[in-house]
């Protein structure tokens, strides 16, 4: 037995409910990824590499052909630095332990954005984001980001991408 907890199985589960071809009624799925799921993180690969699985999986689910399909819509939310938990001893949260002083030194320079502010935001940002998007919440700021396909297959019926 398997407890289905995380971001895809979370999300699965929602779709399963709120699915329009299932009788649901829509609506949106907000996806929390990161900063540091935007480009590699070498202090914190490991954390980096699972918040870019998060942000491609909610791109991948905001297509128009999964769209049509059930009336839900995704983004995806990547707070920069907030002052909640996560931060809290953060250099043993690096990737390798011989990085404890430098991730000590480099975080105990950064600005954060309070849980409030970055709250407010994400909130903004339920109410006026369209369907893909992703937005850096960064210093009480909403960044909506371009983010280019890099790839496109030859192929013609949305196996891959199915953008427009």
Not at 1 to 10: P, R, T
Not at 78 to 100: A, H, S
Request: with cysteine; proline share 4%; net charge positive.
């Amino acid at each position: 037995y398997f407890l289905k907890v995380g971001v895809i199985n979370s999300t699965l589960t929602a779709l399963e409910y709120m699915d329009k071809s299932k009788g649901g009624r829509g609506g949106l799925i907000v996806n929390i990824s990161s900063v540091a799921g935007l480009q590699p993180t070498p202090l914190m690969a490991i954390y980096s590499t699972s918040k870019t699985g998060v942000t491609t999986f909610t791109r991948a689910m905001a297509s128009p052909i999964h769209y049509a399909h059930s009336g839900v819509g995704f983004i995806t939310i990547c707070p920069g630095f907030t002052n909640t938990g996560i931060l809290k001893d953060i250099d043993k949260k690096t990737t390798f332990p011989f990085y404890e002083t430098r991730m000590r030194t480099v975080f105990s320079k950064v600005k954060g954005q309070t849980v409030e502010v970055c709250a407010r935001n994400i909130v903004h940002a339920i109410e006026t984001a369209k369907n893909g998007a992703v937005l850096m919440l960064e210093l009480g700021e909403i960044h909506e980001l371009d983010i280019p396909n890099l790839w496109n297959p030859q192929l013609d019926d949305c196996v891959f991408v199915c953008l427009s």
